[in-house]
Structure formats: structure tokens, C-alpha cells
């Protein structure tokens, strides 16, 4: 049994396996209707027990998506509408699951809880996003950007132009286990963990900080950015004021290499941190990547329950 917290928590070996088992199950099923199951079902007569504190599309769909296709099943639980949200201790909610399911999702508001629940839980919990990091975005990213570039991301160079979110830290833990260069350009005040960063360049990662936008994207091969509003942020003027110059346009875009990807995690608010001639056009793998969500999922499933081979 391992937790998917963060990125982290695979290791190089663990993201690279991930990867490379998405990449090989996406290959085997195609021309199969999204609903029927791979032809191993490794997961059949397995339960996933998916609880969400926020609005979910993607992640809601994926793992309901990835769990039928691997032969098993998932069961979608509102937070507000468990006793969890009357008032049942996180740590007794974990026990109780673990009696019921055999692996566990949370989409939480605080990374912390996510966290005592793992600690209390005696399967599996994979983080479906917190306000600190979100490893299973991240982890459908790097497919994407892999079957574009090669799977070597190693010597490719990636921008980060808006605010140092939960998905930038995933990113910078991303950088920190597979050896891309990454550059961060956001506004001051907004920056991403300083400890993801310092363990990021503990294992060697470059990093590098500014508040250009112009200079990260310049010649990147990755750009990637997200809304400057995110779930539970309160001083939504302050952001857009501050946001404003950080915008992914054509103009910006050009600065980066002919060959560049764009990424967003989405949701996105076409016309604040990027324009709909950049998400639209032939640059972006914006639906790509949501696709991958699917495949990623699968891959980290797996992984948690000990059956990759």
C-alpha cells in the first residue's frame, strides 16, 4: 500500500514507471469505447471511494473513468453529505473506508487533512487535488508533453508564467524528479512553496525565479499556466490587478520555441490568464492532456495498490 500525496511520494523510479505504464495501457485500448474494460481488468471487484470537498469535472470523471475501465468501480461521495461534514473526526472517517473500500480519493480544501487521512487510513489515498499540490493533474501533463517531445523531458526547458499554485508545486516537484529546467515568472507575493523549491533543488532541479513573463516563456519548450483565481481564493480584485501583465497571448507565445506546447489544467477563463487564440490554436494540447487524465489515473492507481509490474 502506498499514498499518492505528492508527486514525491514515487520517487524518480515510481513517476517513471507511472508514466511509462499509462503511456502503454492508453496504447493497448485503443479503438475500445471508453466504457469497456481493459483486457486484464487488474482491478475487477475493486472499489474506489472518491469524496470531494470541491467542484470537480475532470478529476470526477477520470477516476470514475480510469476504475471502470480497470475493472472496477467508483463510488462518489460529497463530502457535505458524509458525516465527515457533521462533524466525524477525519481520522474515524478513514478507518471506517478503509473497512469498505479498498482505495481512497480526496479532492480537500487543506492539504493537511489530506494528510491525517492517510495517516488513519489502512489503504491507499491518493490526493485529487489540495490547496497545496496536485500530483495527478501533473503526472497527465508529463504524458502529454512526453508523447509530444519523447519521453525524455531531460534538457527541455519549461515556463511558468502566473500564480505559484498547487499546480506550480507540483510541477516544480516534476522538475525535481525527472531533470527539466523550469522558470517562474510571477508577480511578488505570489510565489510557489519554498519547500517544494528547496527540495526540488535538493535532488538538482534548476529553477529559476522572476517576475517577466517574457523572459520565462522565451524560448521554452513547455509553457503552462492557470487561472489567477483559484477555489477558496477570497481577493479576486487584488489577483486580477496583479495577474493583468501575466497573460498567455499570441504575442507571448511567439517568444517560445516554434515547437512549444501550451498546458492548463483548467478550468480556464478564456480572456483573463489566456486568450482563446492561444488555447484554441495548434500549439495548445489543452484537451490532450484532460484526456490524459484518464490514462494518469490509471497509472497511480496501480502504482498505490503495489500492481504495477
Request: glycine residues 8%.
Amino acid at each position: 500500500m502506498k499514498h499518492v500525496l505528492n508527486l514525491s511520494d514515487l520517487g524518480p523510479g515510481g513517476l517513471r514507471r507511472v508514466l511509462d505504464h499509462a503511456r502503454a495501457r492508453k496504447t493497448a485500448r485503443r479503438g475500445l469505447p471508453q466504457g469497456a474494460p481493459d483486457s486484464d481488468a487488474p482491478l475487477a471487484g475493486h472499489l474506489l471511494a472518491c469524496i470531494f470537498e470541491k467542484p470537480s469535472t475532470r478529476t470526477r470523471l477520470s477516476f470514475d473513468v480510469a476504475m471502470r475501465q480497470l475493472g472496477g468501480e467508483a463510488i462518489t461521495l460529497a463530502a457535505g453529505d458524509m458525516q465527515l461534514g457533521r462533524g466525524e473526526t477525519l481520522e474515524d472517517t478513514a478507518r471506517v473506508l478503509s473497512g469498505f473500500v479498498d482505495a481512497m480519493m480526496i479532492r480537500a480544501n487543506r492539504h493537511s487533512d489530506v494528510v491525517a487521512l492517510a495517516a488513519a487510513a489502512s489503504i491507499p489515498v491518493l490526493n485529487g487535488l489540495t490547496d497545496l499540490s496536485h500530483p495527478c493533474q501533473i503526472v497527465a501533463d508529463l504524458l502529454t508533453v512526453e508523447e509530444k517531445l519523447g519521453r525524455n523531458t531531460d534538457g527541455t526547458r519549461w515556463a511558468w508564467v502566473g500564480d505559484g499554485n498547487n499546480v506550480c508545486n507540483s510541477i516544480i516537484e516534476a522538475a525535481g524528479l525527472l531533470g527539466f529546467s523550469l522558470t517562474i515568472a510571477a508577480p511578488a507575493g505570489f510565489e510557489p512553496d519554498a519547500a517544494f523549491v528547496a527540495a526540488a533543488q535538493a535532488r538538482g532541479a534548476t529553477i529559476a525565479f522572476g517576475t517577466d513573463p517574457d523572459e520565462a516563456v522565451r524560448n521554452a519548450d513547455v509553457v503552462v499556466t492557470d487561472t489567477w483565481v483559484s477555489m477558496g481564493d477570497t481577493d479576486n480584485a487584488d489577483r486580477r490587478r496583479a495577474f493583468e501583465p501575466y497573460q498567455i497571448n499570441p504575442m507571448r507565445m511567439a517568444l517560445a520555441k516554434p515547437s512549444a506546447i501550451f498546458l492548463h489544467c483548467l478550468p480556464a477563463h478564456r480572456g483573463e490568464e489566456v486568450t482563446d487564440s492561444v488555447i484554441d490554436g495548434p500549439q495548445s494540447l489543452v484537451w490532450e492532456e484532460a484526456a490524459n487524465r484518464v490514462h494518469a489515473q490509471k497509472a497511480l492507481l496501480l502504482w498505490a495498490l503495489g500492481k504495477l509490474s
